[in-house]
């Protein structure tokens, strides 16, 4: 599906009559971790409680570049189990959104986004159910 010039995509299958019939308001899932290539930057989130965890895959600029798949979550639901230290950051544009990456290898496993400055945009490919 496109929309607005994004495409969403899930993780794992569903079944149309499944996907209609999950809650409106989901409750959290259990944590799960992720991280970079090196393990030098690791992080957890909490995603919605929805099989399969729906992730958005952007066209711009940046993130095509990338390769993000965006799961976007609030920030209670985000945690940095790395001290910022290890983390450089990018901005462009407006400044608001802050892009980290590892200073190391280079993986960018998450940001703050421009659109939710008050949560976090995880690059669902760097979780570690993935591997």
Request: aromatic share 8%; glycine share 8%.
């Amino acid at each position: 599906r496109v929309h607005g010039g994004h495409s969403s995509r899930r993780l794992g299958a569903m079944s149309a009559a499944a996907e209609a019939a999950a809650e409106p308001a989901p409750q959290a899932a259990p944590w799960i971790e992720g991280g970079c290539h090196c393990n030098g930057v690791r992080y957890r989130v909490r995603p919605p409680r929805i099989d399969p965890i729906p992730v958005v895959d952007c066209n711009c600029s940046i993130c095509t570049k990338k390769g993000i798949l965006h799961l976007i979550v609030s920030a209670r639901d985000f945690e940095m189990l790395t001290p910022l230290e290890s983390l450089a950051e990018y901005n462009f544009g407006s400044g608001i959104a802050r892009h980290f990456f590892c200073k190391k290898c280079g993986i960018a496993p998450f940001y703050v986004p421009r659109s939710n400055p008050d949560g976090w945009d995880v690059n669902a490919r760097t979780l570690d159910l993935f591997l």
